[in-house]
Nanobody, 115 residues
Framework: QVQLVESGGGLVQAGGSLRLSCAAS????????MGWYRQAPGKQRELVASITSGGFPNYADSVKGRFTISRDKSKNTVYLQMNSLKSEDTAVYYC?????????WGQGTQVTVSS
């Protein structure tokens, strides 16, 4: 079993920045891809960014140039640096991870961007 715990969400004004963290713990043998999804009210959950075990990132078009995903393998932690935030970035952000063929989710952290 693997646990993912997110932190770093909150309320920020448009144009501001936040950094989300996701720490993984438990029976971790090997990580594959880790990433971030988000879900706004009334909308489907969507991929924001992901990063492979080799460190290759992938971003949704809507966040390219504004968000940066990174990971610290020694800490089993993935980060999402979010800059130039917009009101449309308001959502619950979820961390996810593929570990030994299983898919895990965090509990989510709220990000609210005020205009």
């Amino acid at each position: 079993q693997v646990q993912l715990v997110e932190s770093g969400g909150g309320l920020v004004q448009a144009g501001g920045s936040l950094r989300l963290s996701c720490a993984a713990s438990g029976n971790i043998v090997s990580f594959n891809t880790m990433g971030w999804y988000r879900q706004a009210p009334g909308k489907q959950r969507e991929l924001v960014a992901s990063i492979t075990s080799g460190g290759f990132p992938n971003y949704a078009d809507s966040v390219k140039g504004r968000f940066t995903i990174s990971r610290d393998k020694s800490k089993n932690t993935v980060y999402l640096q979010m800059n130039s935030l917009k009101s449309e970035d308001t959502a619950v952000y979820y961390c996810d991870a593929w570990v030994s063929g299983y898919h895990y989710w965090g509990q989510g952290t709220q990000v609210t961007v005020s205009s």
